[in-house]
Every structure is written in structure tokens, then in C-alpha cells.
């Protein structure tokens, strides 16, 4: 099948006039979030890896828990968002290559210590998490990412015991545009690319 290219509105919900919110509020629904999923998850990744981990806090219980690890330039506004993603990475994704990349043994590429998985699992899961971002801004939500929390609280309470490591985290709702500030400005194509 052969795509075209978006029109300009789908581009506009996408990219050029999508902002990053730090006011967003509104209801999400668990399927609002399962869609999102469904888009994400096939988004591109080294041996189709697939080692993102993402965890919905959503409930009351749920976001005291997530509080003291938020930095307090992000406490008010993550508290008050419908819904908090934390976009984490499984340091063991190998162990579902058997079933997400069957035709040959990737599982054994993988094999060994955990922390040599760092980089493959660190770098596709930051990918999924961008193809997230994208997902939900192309089912009508829009996004607050960011970094400023403490990862390794994040990592005791909501993933203690296992091979997964948090990244970074995602404000989901309806966004305020009336509260963003004018978007800041981009590097040219001269300053940032190069054709070879």
C-alpha cells in the first residue's frame, strides 16, 4: 500500500502547532489509553524489540504515589493532569524476542549481562515513547513530556523487582492553549542537517 502525504491540518495536530502543555485536564478514558497503544506499538524498533514499559498513573492512590518523586517545577502541574505515563524500558526485552521476532535467534544476540542491554533497551524504548506522543496527539489528547523527577523512586515503587528501568514521564489530557507561552524557536535545516 502507498500512502500520501498528511494535509496540512493533520500536520498542524501533529507537529507544527501541537505544543508541549504544562495545563491539561479533562477525562481519559482505559480505552482512549488501550488506542494509544494500539498506534504505538507499531512504531519501529531494532528486532522489532519492543522494550518500552509504560505504566497509566491515574488514580488518586496511584499519583500519591508518584509525588514525591516529581520535582517541584513539576509537582502542580503532574498532580492535576488527568493522566501521568511513565515511559519506562525492560533491561530483559529479550526474553519476548522468541515471540516478536521469531524467524531467527535474536534472543541470543541479546544474551549476557543486563547492563550491555542498556543501550538497545534504553534507545527503542525512548523511540516508543516518541511514537506515544505522536499517537495520542493523533487521537485528539494533547502531551506534557518531561524528565525532572527522580527516577530511581520512580523505579521503587512502580517497578521494583523487575528488569525495568524508568525514562521519562507524560502529561496526558486536554491541553489549555491560553496558558502556553509562544513556541520557542527551532534550529534551521543548515544548522542541524547535513546531505552527504
Wanted: hydrophobic fraction near 45%.
Amino acid at each position: 500500500m502507498n500512502f500520501n502525504a498528511l494535509d496540512a491540518s493533520s500536520l498542524e495536530q501533529l507537529f507544527t502547532t501541537a505544543r508541549t502543555h504544562n495545563k491539561l485536564d479533562g477525562e481519559i478514558s482505559d480505552e482512549q489509553l488501550k488506542a494509544i497503544y494500539a498506534l504505538t506499538k507499531f512504531g519501529p524498533t531494532a528486532a522489532n524489540s519492543c522494550p518500552a514499559r509504560f505504566v497509566f498513573v491515574k488514580s488518586a492512590e496511584a499519583k500519591k504515589l508518584l509525588e514525591p518523586a516529581l520535582d517541584a517545577g513539576n509537582h502542580d502541574k503532574t498532580m492535576a493532569a488527568p493522566v501521568t505515563v511513565i515511559v519506562g524500558y525492560d533491561m530483559d526485552f529479550h526474553e519476548k524476542l522468541p515471540e516478536l521476532f521469531p524467524h531467527t535467534d535474536a534472543k541470543a544476540w541479546f544474551e549476557g549481562e543486563r547492563e550491555n542491554r542498556f543501550v538497545p533497551a534504553f534507545r527503542n524504548g525512548t523511540l516508543q515513547g516518541a511514537y506515544f506522543i505522536m499517537a495520542a496527539r493523533a487521537l485528539g489528547l494533547d502531551c506534557g513530556p518531561m524528565s525532572g523527577f527522580n527516577n530511581a523512586m520512580v523505579d521503587e515503587v512502580f517497578f521494583k523487582g523487575t528488569a525495568i528501568r524508568s525514562n521519562f514521564l507524560i502529561n496526558l489530557g486536554k491541553g489549555d492553549h491560553a496558558a502556553i507561552f509562544p513556541r520557542s524557536p527551532r534550529l534551521a535545516f543548515e544548522d542541524a542537517c547535513r546531505i552527504a
